[in-house]
């Protein structure tokens, strides 16, 4: 058996990633997996400055993912409301320990995460932190909807100013024209924006990339004509090879960052653990980084990968716990630059990753609503969960006993996790969902894969 038929038939369990407050002695004390690993610091987050020389958190405070009132999450729950209270404390220990970049967009979490990211911030000295948003216009560009969603902003945010302003995530083409040219371009939104910087409303103006390879570097090209202040892109040490492999639609960060780097444009990092999944590796994986460190959480090796690129300025992670806050933290405080074995182990376990047979979704939710009701990114997050638990495997591949111990683990938490209303065999091909999809995952393709394999499971029953 070669190594990737192996991984494809791993039934190990998943290791968590993120750190696990339990039995702690101290408040600001963290376990890691099991290992305890002292107090949080509050003085030596790593720093990183950006193009006005403003100093800015190598972690910042990504704002998509927050905690709900009564748990769960807002899908499951549509009614549901942020939970604010939660959401303070969080915001609360990230600015005591060093964290001063926020991350949020008009769309994010139901329209929900600007008003309460203001409510949050606007507690503490305008001068200890730093707010980023989006001019999110994916459906509506025209000029009056933009400049409604622009000024929105500032209202929801409580500033008079935004410290860094994105035009949100170009890089597709449709009848002939680009994103960036009808979002941004045509509809005078571009040159108004600019106008804006230059009255100081705007400190920093850049935008965030999902797309094409020839629409990134035909913007990045504009630097000459726009001077972006930053850029942000996604990368983490799979996507730094093996983007496009895992998705031929995607690009490799290994060319964005450097097409970036070449011209001094600082670098915010989105998805540096993909969704989390490199938080929360398969067992195989996970042995490789903690036979080397066994005291470091698996999140904290994508954090000071990224760390060991100078022109970074900040890496964005959605942290609605806690432990997950303490532990990226830590990471970043200050990040301890990786060794030269410690850089080909990642590159090792990147490789592994990106040919393990998982969706590579990263629970964004920007294909959500389906017009059609289904969970696409429970369905998938329930798929993967499955698939590294060693718990997708067909029948004759395993002994009996071994496939009806999955088979049962695999339906039974299915149901648990995803609605019957909800499941892929709802999925009728409208493509609605592939329009918005920043990953270029096939999301019709996939939901039929899941449904074929689910329904096999319950043909074995009878």
Known sequence: MNRRDFLKGLSGAIVAGAAVAAGCDHPNAVKVEGYTSGEVPTDK???????????????????????????????????????????????????????????????????MSEEATGIALSRHPRDKWLVATKLSNFRNWTPEASLKMYHESFEKLQVNHIDYYLLHSFGGVSDGKSDFEKRFVDNGMLEFLLKEREAGRIRNLGWSFHGEQSEFDKVVALHDKYHWDFAQIQMNYVDWHYAHEIEPENVNAEHLYNSLA???????????????RLGTLNEHMASLLKQQNPDRSLASWAFRHLAMFPHILTALSGMNLMEHLQDNIRSCSPAEPLSEADMALLDRVADEFAHFPAIPCTNCQYCMPCPYGLDIPKIFEHYNKCLSEGNVVSEGTVEQREFRRARKAFLTSYDASVSRLRQADHCIDCGECLKHCPQHIQIPQKMHIIEDYTNKLKDSLV
């Open 45 to 111: 987050m790593s720093m990183r400055a950006d193009a006005h020389g403003q100093q800015v958190s190598l972690l910042g405070f990504g704002m998509m993912r927050l905690p709900v009132e009564g748990g769960g999450d807002l899908r499951s729950n549509p009614d549901a409301k942020l939970d604010q209270e939660a959401i303070n404390q969080l915001v609360d220990y990230a600015i005591e320990h060093g964290v001063n970049y926020f991350d949020t967009a008009p769309v994010y979490l139901k329209g």
């Open 262 to 276: 070449e011209r001094n444009i600082p670098i915010v990092i989105m998805e540096p653990l993909l969704g989390g």
